[in-house]
C-alpha cells in the first residue's frame, strides 16, 4: 500500500512565461533540488526542447535534471519533472528580447494550464513571469495575470504580495495612476476588503484578521488641509466592513505606517494603487516575496519579479521567489481544505 501523502501528493501546474526571460532558469534551479518531489509534482507547460537550451546555459544547478514528456497532465509521474510540450518544432529563443513567438507561446502555455485547472487534473498553478507587451493577442487583452486570471474564472480577486513579514493586497491592481481615484468607488474597496477578509481566514488560516487600509492623499488629507478623499471615500467604507464584522482599520498615511514598522501590528494591509504597495514590499522581500491571486476558485501563485531580460541566460536569477511561491500554493491548498472541513457544517 502506498503511503497516504503520496497519494496525495499536489500537482503542480507551471505555465513557463517568457522564454527569453529568467523563466526556465528559475523553475530549473527550483526542481533541481530533489527535495521538491517530496511535497509535490511538477508539470511544465512549455517545451523540452526549451528546457534543455535554458539548462546548458546552467553551472551553477546541482546534480542531473531529466525531463519526462507527457501527453496529458493525468499521466504525470510522481518524482519526475513533467512536462507538456506547446509545440514540437524548433523555437527561437533570443534571449533578454521580446519576440512575437515568446508571447505566442506564454498565451497556449497559461491557456492549457487553466483549461486543466477547471479540469481537475492538476491542483495549483504557478507562474513564471511574461512580457505583458508580447502576449498581447486579440484573446488576450489584460495588463497582467491577475486581471486574465480573473476573466478565466469569472470571478473578482486580489492581488496579494506575501512574504514573512507582510501581506499587501493591491485594490486597483496594473492600472494608470491618474485613473486611480476614479475607479476607487465605494463597492470595490468594500469588496476588496472583504476579499482580502476571506483570504487571511481560509487560505492564511487566521482566525480574526485584523486589516490595515492606506490612505490616498499624503498624510490622510490632514483633516481635508490637502484633500477630503479619504475622509469622504475611505473613511465611510472601513465603517461599513467594521459594522460587517470585519476588523479593518485605517486609513493609515502611507510614509508613517510603513516607516514607524506600524505594519506589523496587522494580519494584512490593504494598498491603494500598485506603486504604494509594491514599493515597500519589495524593499522588504525582493528576492524572496510572492505574487498570491486571492478569490480564485484555484491556488495561483507567482514569483514577485519580472522577466529578468537584463540577466537572462546568465545563470545569475535566484530561485528564491519561484521556490516560495511553489511552497506558498501548496501550504494554501491545505489550509483551504482544511478550513473547508471545518466550516462544512457549522453550528447553528
Known amino acids: 500500500m502506498e503511503h497516504k501523502n503520496q497519494e496525495k501528493k499536489i500537482k503542480v501546474a507551471i505555465s513557463h512565461g517568457d522564454i527569453n ?3 526556465y ?5 527550483t526542481f533541481g533540488d530533489s527535495r521538491m518531489y517530496d511535497i509535490c509534482t511538477p508539470i511544465l507547460y512549455g517545451s523540452t526542447k526549451v528546457a534543455s537550451y535554458h539548462k546548458k546555459l546552467l553551472t551553477s544547478m546541482p546534480g542531473e535534471m531529466n525531463f519526462t514528456s507527457i501527453r496529458d497532465a493525468s499521466e504525470a509521474q510522481d518524482r519526475k519533472f513533467n512536462v507538456i510540450n506547446l509545440t514540437q518544432e524548433e523555437v527561437k529563443i533570443d534571449l533578454g528580447k521580446s519576440t512575437d513567438i515568446a508571447g505566442r507561446l506564454s498565451r497556449e502555455s497559461l491557456n492549457r494550464a487553466c483549461a486543466d485547472l477547471k479540469a481537475g487534473t492538476v491542483d495549483v498553478l504557478v507562474t513564471a513571469p511574461i512580457n505583458k507587451r508580447n502576449i498581447q493577442a486579440d484573446d488576450f487583452d489584460f495588463p497582467g495575470h491577475t486581471e486574465y486570471l480573473s476573466h478565466q474564472f469569472g470571478c473578482s480577486s486580489l492581488m496579494l504580495m ?3 513579514r507582510i501581506r499587501i493586497g493591491i485594490v486597483t491592481n496594473h492600472l494608470a495612476l491618474k485613473d486611480v481615484p476614479n475607479a476607487l468607488t465605494h463597492d470595490l474597496l468594500l469588496e476588496k476588503i472583504t476579499l ?3 483570504s487571511l481566514k481560509r487560505d492564511f488560516g487566521i482566525t480574526i484578521p485584523k486589516i490595515a487600509i492606506l490612505a490616498l492623499d499624503p498624510h490622510a488629507g490632514d483633516n481635508g488641509v490637502i484633500g477630503d478623499f479619504d475622509l469622504k471615500v475611505i ?10 464584522g470585519i476588523l479593518a482599520y485605517g486609513p493609515f498615511p502611507s510614509d ?10 496587522f494580519d494584512g494591509v490593504l494598498a491603494l494603487y500598485h506603486d504604494q504597495g509594491l514599493i515597500p514590499f519589495k524593499l522588504m522581500s525582493f528576492t524572496e516575496g510572492v505574487n498570491y491571486t486571492a478569490g480564485l476558485p484555484y491556488v495561483r501563485t507567482s514569483p514577485a519579479h519580472g522577466t529578468g531580460y537584463d540577466i537572462a ?6 530561485e528564491q521567489s519561484f521556490r516560495s511561491a511553489v511552497y506558498l500554493a501548496c501550504n494554501i491548498l491545505k489550509n483551504r481544505i482544511e ?4 466550516t462544512a457544517n457549522p453550528l447553528v
Do not use: H, T, W
Open 196 to 198: 482580502m477578509n476571506q
Open 256 to 265: 508613517g505606517f510603513f516607516g514607524s514598522s506600524e505594519f506589523n501590528k
Open 235 to 244: 473613511r465611510p467604507v472601513i465603517d461599513e466592513a467594521q459594522a460587517n
Open 21 to 23: 526571460g529568467v523563466g
Open 339 to 342: 478550513y473547508d472541513q471545518l
Open 25 to 29: 532558469e528559475v523553475i530549473l534551479k
Open 162 to 164: 506575501v512574504c514573512d
Open 313 to 318: 541566460g546568465k545563470d545569475r536569477a535566484s
